[in-house]
């Protein structure tokens, strides 16, 4: 049995060693030695060129940093956190053959994690006031949940599901119940489901029915409020698609039965299939939600890296800006690029030094980043 216990998942050693990369870097630098060639120069990732006015979260930079640590280079990049829109997110300076394997996965980290975090910004900003946990975690390769988790918390949601991506993060899980839970005990025994439930779990894990298992939810939600009484903080719904109908509709008539029966302290949480859309359109009737597939399984950021600057000369492919670049915040929140050093006066250059001659010069601290992202959210929208 190989250390991956049979699945078929790229250990972290050739991550760190440069395996984890596309053939042709591997030829690439073959034939540079070959060839004794190896130029200084300045590479850039970059998504758009230019400002298109879609901003975008850039995640993925601690794996980043830790990747590239260690090696014979300078790098600067945006914190975390940064909404950009066009431009390079991260520059590297230094000899082309001392980084070259490592840019499949550099990319990897930061395309898929920034792709994620902005999806899950969308969903924190459809409902600024709720209580908003990423549930998504089970539709995507287990090797990358801590990933997924991370991303969606650096964007400003409250909590996730994984638990072992919370052990990584040194977060605690959030969760309750699955329908399978209450079919164990069978139908019309929604009951005794409800009441283990409250009899087995931790005091401080929150009393949270689900309600939509086998009858009409109004029903399985004033059975719950008379089974658990004042224990019971929160009714969960997760009505399939098939049987939702008008879900708002629905969770009115949940509200208003409770409230009718005295009940108007249990809150009401939702989830299944659910996107900023439907988070702006209930968050009047509900306290949190469940956001699954539309964070988990956000496109990646299409971000590429490309050589702007070659022996000290400006150069680039067809289709790329050359020489090297800056990014900068303006006061009234706008994105602009430019050629470095000569951005706007009034405006905040966004790189900065991440790695000095191989040493890592910058600390992440995840609550930092949360607040830094939530700040230039502010500024930017």
């Given at each position: ?5 049979g ?15 596309d053939?042709?870097?591997d ?51 945006l ?71 991370r991303s ?20 605690e ?12 005990f ?50 969960r ?51 949190g ?11 990646p950021?299409d971000f ?78």
């Amino acid at each position: 049995m190989s250390e991956s216990h049979g699945f078929d998942i790229v250990p972290t050693d050739a991550i760190a060693d440069g395996r984890a990369t596309d053939a042709y870097f591997d030829r690439t630098l073959e034939t540079l030695d070959h060839a004794g060639k190896n130029p200084r120069v300045v590479a850039e990732v970059t998504a758009d060129q230019f400002p298109t006015g879609e901003f975008e979260l850039f995640a993925g930079v601690k794996d980043a940093a830790h990747l590239l640590a260690g090696l014979p280079i300078d790098v600067d990049a945006l914190p975390e956190g940064t909404l950009f829109d066009g431009g390079p997110v991260l520059r590297i300076e230094g000899r082309y053959r001392e980084f070259a394997r490592y840019e499949t996965s550099l990319l990897g980290f930061l395309s898929h994690a920034s792709g994620v975090a902005t999806a899950a910004l969308d969903a924190r900003r459809a409902a600024p006031d709720s209580q908003v946990l990423s549930f998504g975690a089970r539709h995507v390769h287990p090797s990358i949940a801590a990933m997924i988790e991370r991303s969606a918390l650096l964007a400003g949601l409250d909590g996730f599901s994984h638990v072992a991506a919370g052990d990584v993060l040194e977060r605690e899980a959030s969760g309750t119940m699955p329908h399978a839970l209450v079919i164990a005990f069978g139908a019309g025994h929604q009951e005794d489901a409800w009441r283990a439930f409250d009899d087995a779990v931790p005091a401080e894990v929150p009393r949270v029915a689900l309600v939509d298992t086998y009858s009409d939810e109004k029903d399985e939600a004033l059975r719950a409020a008379d089974t658990l009484g004042d224990a019971l903080d929160s009714i969960r719904l997760d009505t399939t698609g098939s049987r939702r109908g008008n879900f708002e509709h629905i969770i009115r008539e949940v509200r208003w039965e409770l409230d009718a029966r005295g009940h108007d302290d249990v809150g009401i949480f939702v989830s299944g299939g659910l996107g900023p859309s439907d988070l702006d359109a209930l968050r009047e009737h509900v306290q949190g939600f469940g956001v699954g597939g539309y964070v988990s399984n956000a496109d990646p950021v299409d971000f590429a890296l490309d050589i702007v600057e070659r022996d000290g000369d400006p150069c680039a492919k067809r289709g790329k800006l050359s020489g090297k670049k800056d990014v900068y915040r303006t006061r009234e929140g706008g994105h602009e690029v430019a050629l470095a050093g000569r951005g706007p006066d009034d405006a905040e250059s966004l790189l900065q030094p991440l790695i000095r001659d191989g040493e890592l010069v910058r600390e992440f601290d995840l609550d930092e980043s949360r607040e830094h992202a939530r700040e230039d959210a502010e500024r930017v929208f």
